[in-house]
C-alpha cells in the first residue's frame, strides 16, 4: 500500500510505502511505485501513532462500575484513601486493564508508561496482573512498566526488597514519590532509588508533587544524580510540580540542570 501525499512533519509532501504492517521507504512525492492500492491523503498530516506517557493501568476503573469520590486535601490522605478503596473495586485487574488498553489501541496509541503499585498491601500483585495483560498486547503495543512506590519508599516496611523483586520480575523503571514531603527523607529514597536502577540496569520515573523550593531542590537532585551516575536520558520525573511554582531566576537554573541531565517529564 502507498499513502500518496503525505505530509511529513517537516512540512514537504511524501509517498509513504507500507508494507506487512510497516512503513517500508519513503518516497519523493508523485514517483513512481508500483502498487495495488494507493490512499490519497490530499496534503494530510502524517505523524507516528500517540504515545501515553503517564498512565496507571492497575488504577483504572474503565469498564467497571462507578465508586464514589472519597475526599483527601493531601497527597498522603488521597493515598490512605485509595489504599482502602482498592478493595471495594468489583472489576478484576486484568479486566479493567485490558478494557483501558484496547481503548488506547483504538485510538492510535501504540506505545505506553503504566506506573504500578509496589507496596506491603498488593504486592506484587497488581504488577503480575499487567503484565499478564501487556503480554496479550504485546503485538498492538508496547507498554513500559514501572515500580511505583506509592505508599513510600523509606516509610513503607521493606519497599526496597518489593522494588527489587518487581524489577526482577518484569518492571522495566523503578520509581518514586515525593523524597522529601511524603518520605521526608530526600536522600535516603533517591539513594535507594538509584540503587535500584544502577544495580538492575533499568530506568527511574519518580513522581514529584512538592511544590517551591524544597521541590526544586529535588528536582536538582535528580538532575545531579543521574548526571552522576551516566544516566542521561534514561531518568523522568512525574508532575513536577514546582516548576510552576518558583521564580524565574531559580526556574532557569533547575531546568538547566534537568537539561542536561535530558531528564524527561511525563
Known amino acids: 500500500m502507498i499513502l500518496t501525499n503525505a505530509r511529513l512533519p517537516s512540512g514537504g509532501l511524501a509517498d509513504v510505502e507500507i508494507g506487512v504492517g510497516l512503513i517500508s521507504a519513503v518516497h519523493t512525492s508523485g514517483a513512481p511505485v508500483p502498487t495495488t492500492r494507493r490512499i490519497d491523503l490530499e496534503g494530510r498530516l502524517l505523524l507516528p501513532a500517540f ?22 486535601r493531601s497527597v498522603r490522605e488521597r ?47 497488581n504488577l503480575e496482573a499487567v503484565l499478564k495483560v501487556r503480554e496479550v498486547y ?52 533517591l539513594d535507594i532509588v538509584f540503587g535500584l536502577a544502577e544495580k538492575f540496569g533499568k530506568g527511574i520515573d519518580v513522581h514529584l508533587h512538592d511544590g517551591g523550593e524544597t521541590g526544586a531542590a529535588e528536582l536538582r537532585e535528580v538532575a545531579e544524580r543521574t ?25 532557569e537554573e533547575v531546568a538547566d540542570g534537568l537539561a542536561r541531565a535530558e531528564c524527561g517529564f511525563r
Open 227 to 251: 548526571i552522576a551516575a551516566g544516566m542521561q536520558g534514561r531518568v523522568a520525573v512525574s508532575h513536577a510540580f514546582a516548576l510552576g511554582t518558583i521564580e524565574p531566576h531559580l526556574f
Open 51 to 72: 504515545v501515553e506517557g503517564h498512565i496507571h493501568l492497575d488504577k483504572t476503573q474503565w469498564g467497571a462500575p462507578r465508586l464514589p469520590h472519597v475526599e483527601g
Open 138 to 189: 504485546r503485538d498492538w503495543i508496547d507498554i513500559q512498566l514501572v515500580a511505583f512506590p506509592q505508599s513510600g519508599v523509606v516509610m513503607e516496611r521493606g519497599a526496597p526488597d518489593l522494588l527489587a523483586a518487581a524489577l526482577r520480575a518484569g518492571a522495566d523503571l523503578v520509581g518514586g514519590l515525593d523524597p522529601a514531603g511524603f518520605d521526608g527523607d530526600a536522600r535516603g529514597q
Open 79 to 125: 493515598i490512605a484513601a485509595e489504599r482502602v478503596a482498592r478493595h471495594r473495586v468489583a472489576s478484576p485487574i486484568e479486566a479493567r486493564t485490558s478494557a483501558l488498553v484496547r481503548t488506547l489501541i483504538a485510538n492510535g496509541s501504540t506505545r505506553a508508561r503504566s506506573h504500578v503499585d509496589i507496596d506491603n498491601d498488593v504486592r506484587l500483585a
